[in-house]
């Protein structure tokens, strides 16, 4: 059986798995909760997991373009961002895939599978984890801009009227939607 | 951890009682000085807890609006819910006591097809603690009968109620059915929710232990042949006790003494702990004042005396600045 | 493949399985982002607060005063004999949980002490320790701890960590209110010089000049009139904005947010509009320049002594009475607590609308209204010629703000004037507007930029709704009637929600009223230009339509 086969077919074993996973990556006493929740994703964060984690899985077996998953990987770091967690720890959750996909088929797959198979397989892992990297930054500017944006709106007509940095508030109705 | 202790609490508990006046005969210490002490201690706690809120002044008229306020003619004034007059405040209390209305509020998040996330509705927590509730009231009262000769009028048909199915020899009564399903199904919650498990207490599983044992002890006595009570000698107890000139009569079970017991322990422990929560739900501020803060002025009896910044020491500051930019002066 | 055998968080290299704690030895991590930096002594001192002090929440040694202990546990004495609540709260809660997934912080961080139950604990394991006979014997098998600095720290964290949006309360069964037990933590902290600096110096600005800036008079008047001349090019409207007038009806108090930050600025617009087109006689007072009240979010005796001015004033310039802006906070305070802390405002009228003669009984003891209240009577009365289309270009829907909904019951008002405003008005999911209203996140002091990820981890649940709006319905602004929320909810939408934006009710009312003798708008308030051909030539349509 090849891998993409056996992916698909035990997609949601190994979702969930990852999930558990993930889950494990929150201080004991809120991973306590997630985990033992009987209906897990009834709450913004696990729901906003749950759907974007699937996304992201799909992609791995190719039905899913860069431009649905790009977005799903974005709505997962966003909540992570602004989490306690390190930047390596924000991220890391992607590389998690790795392992469960290989404890899974190792635990209950009999006959193997290409080991290019999973070469290629890693090697669009570490492109996921790349790309949620690069979704890490920008949301840290983003948060940056975020706190310049919101530290002028406080005081924006005060610098309208007084005509300090005029320049940049002309630009801030634009710079509000520049983000999508 | 919790569990554990108030477990091993209320089987200490029954034990005392079974070696007390079981195995040591201690029937007039059981059976009249201990549930005279307790009844003591729950009369007296009570009133010292409540005197204790109710000295507490209430400074501030801080309702919680759960609905539209008494405004404009036009606009739907919600009464219950946003109560402008001592009567609307009457009818929400009502609600609030009788029905549990903020908890009948409760809600919980959801996925719905979509999938998306809904806030629906949860009812199971305010069913249990209905049921418990209204059983305890009806178990109480229904006790009665062991107090009063004759009997009450009411006592008979709560009574009669309480059987209304006339299933079994002796008939069952409903209510204790329905209060051990309520006390299980809390338990459990509280076990299996990990939120509910997270906040828990000691404190918070021995009630319902405790009251899980009366009940058991209560059941085996009444429909059990081997517990049976002689319910004359329990009768003749109960109207001395009520009487103030205590007999204690023979024929009584161990079993009996460790229900008497676990009741005397309940009464005393009641306002001294949580469970005080039935008189503390009177006074709650939030819920038994008012909306009508902007109508009627709510006096606060330690109003303090404050230094306030006043407009003379304010123009004093900025005069040369307000006369400059032309703004209308006290003093030149 | 010798890796393959480990777990996978192991693999990850995050070593979270901690030892199974029970929440009283799970002491505080001070992570940047999700604390706000402590009081400037400076200010502190200005307003006399004890134990004034350079400290902050990240450092080791908080330079607690020798007897800290001593001065908390005598506070808390104190406030258990002045507040029934406090009391009353400390004592009857079951622990039943009903509260424990309602609030936004837990939501959103899923942080057990975030839970309101928990939070009330930190403080009632204190109180049981020693003020309960049953925690004085039993101490931890009943719950109650000793007060330690750990302890102290947590309550400072979790403390400035509730926003006093009262949700919880809604769905408690004894009506337990965390906002009053945080705002009595609060006031302990205080005792030992543990506060804000976002709540400290805009209290003491506010006591000084009249605003949370720290504005002088003539600064506040560059505003008003640089609003006015702004209008004028417009709308061509040539609006009057009286400033400290003598013997005006009404006085009008708004958050200063209003004149100084955007999208406040636009509701102010709105108000002057109004006012201007119903010729009300009204004024602006430099001195009580302020609506809001961070005296709330500190202690009792500073909510008083900055709230006085409202009165003060008013009897000053010898008004009728008082019309209060769109603010949440403010209004909490102007509605519970202005009339008992300092009325009675007997040399003042009951209020009564100059234009359609409807007297507001329901506030003639505080002799304040609402300006939510005074719109919709307008509107009801057929006093405003309201042309909608001129807000085609929002698709808008509304979030209760938390005091208005939670502390005052003002739910409809503010819906009759959109829908009389907006031509596109959708709802929220049930359950989280009205009374049941998500916080933005930032409430009660804590909007500051030092802790963003706090607030974006609390404004989630809002944004999620939000999102599904805009999802489903197209939603791009977000009405609100709060000061905090139009400043906090645009940060919350740019992370989450970025093409919502953020607004306020009398800006709709602005671009909706149809001034007399007026030309043609080219642009809305904000200065967007409407498409040409303008929309629905401007008729206008006189809206009376039913709640």
Redesign the interface.
Known sequence: MSLTSILKEKKSDILR?WFD?VL????????N??IKEKDRFA???GFTYQHNMEIIFDSLVGTTDRDTVLPAIDNIV??R????FAPS?AV??F??LK??I??YT?EHIANGYRDDELLALDAKIDNLALAAFDCYSSLRE??G???I???Q??????M??TNIFNDISDQ?GDA??E?? | ??II?SLVAVIALTLVAWIGAGTLGLHYLFGVIIPYLALAAFVFGLIY?VV???K?????????????????P???H?KL??P?TGWQVFGRMLL?ILF?R??F?????ALKKGP?????SEKY?WLA?LAFHYSFLVIVLRHLRFFIEPIPGFVMAIQNLDGFFQVGLPIIYITDGVILAALVFLFF?RVI?P??R???????YFPLFLIGAIALTGILMRYFEAFKAELIAVKELAIGLVGFSPVVPEGLDVIFFIHLFLVSVLLMYFP???L??MG??F?????NLA??????????P???D??????EE?ED??RE??K??D??L?KE | ?A??K?K??E????S???P?K??MD?PV?F?K??YNYGAVAEKAKYL?LPHARKWQPMDADWQLPENWKEIILEGMRER?????????FM????????C???CHYF??????KN?P??RA?LLRSVYRKDF???GKIMGK???ARELTVDVLKEWFYYFFQCTEC?RC?????????TA?ITMMARELLNLVGLNIDWIVTPAANC????NH?G?????F???IE??VDELAELTGAKVEAP????GAEILFVAPS?D?????H?YTLLGYLLLFHEIGLDYTWS??ASEGGNFGLFHS??VM??LN??IY??AK?LGVKWVLGGECGHMWRVL???M???N??ADFLEVPKSPITG?V???????K??HIM?FT??LI?NNKLKLDPSRNDHWNVTFHDSCNP?????????PR?VIKACCNNFHEM????IR??TFCCGSGSGLGT?EN???R??GG??RA?AVK?NHDVYGTNLLLCICAIDK??L??LM???V??V?VGGIHEMVGNALVLKGETRRATDLRGTPYPEPEPAQSEGKEVAK??
Not at chain 1, 153 to 158: D, E, P
Not at chain 2, 105 to 109: D, L, Q, V, Y
Not at chain 3, 107 to 112: E, Q, R, T, V
Not at chain 3, 360 to 366: I, R, W
Request: proline fraction near 6%.
């Open positions: 798995i996973a494990l990556s929150y201080p004991q006493d809120t991973a909760f997630l709450n913004p964060v966003k909540i961002n602004v989490q306690n720890q890391a959750i590389f998690l392992q469960v290989r404890q190792n983003l948060m801009d975020i706190r944006r919101e530290a709106r406080r005081i924006q007509k005060l309208d009227r801030e509000t939607n983000r999508t | 951890m919790g202790i807890r204790k809120w109710a507490a002044p209430v400074p501030f008229k801080i309702t919680t609006t759960c609905g539209q306020q008494k405004s404009l036009w606009i739907r919600n819910e946003s402008f609030e549990f903020s908890l509020r409760n809600t919980k998040m998306r996330l809904v806030y629906g927590l603690g919650r929710n939120k509910v997270y906040i828990s207490l000691a404190a918070d001294m702990s949580k005080v929560h503390g739900v006074l709650s501020p939030t819920r909306n009508n803060n902007r109508n009627r002025r709510h006096v606060n330690w109003n303090p404050v230094k306030v910044h006043t407009y304010y500051e900025f600045l307000m400059a930019a703004m209308p006290e | 493949m890796d393959d480990k996978p968080e693999l990850a290299n995050i979270y399985r901690l199974e029970s929440w799970t991590d992570r982002g999700t006399g258990l004999d002045k507040f029934r609540s406090f009391r009353i004592d009857i809660c079951v622990r039943c949980g009903a424990a997934d309602k939501i959103g961080s899923g942080d057990p839970m139950v928990l604990e309960t006979a049953a098998i009943a719950g009262r309360s809604v769905f408690c069964p004894y009506g337990i209110d009053e006591f000084r000049t009249g800036l504005i002088q008079p003539h600064g008047k560059d505003s640089f609003a400033i400290n007038k003598k947010a004149y100084f930050a955007s999208p600025y430099s001195f009792n005796q008083k002594r006085a001015k003060m004033e000053r509605h519970q607590y009339d008992t802390m009325g009675p409807t507001f009984e329901h506030a003639k003891s505080t304040m209204i209240e919709s009577d009801k909904a939670r502390a005052m019951g003002l739910l409809e008002e009759y999911p049930e359950n989280t009374e049941q930029d963003l990820e706090m974006l981890r989630f649940p999620n599904y400043a906090t645009p940060p740019e992370y989450w970025p093409e934006d039913d709640v």
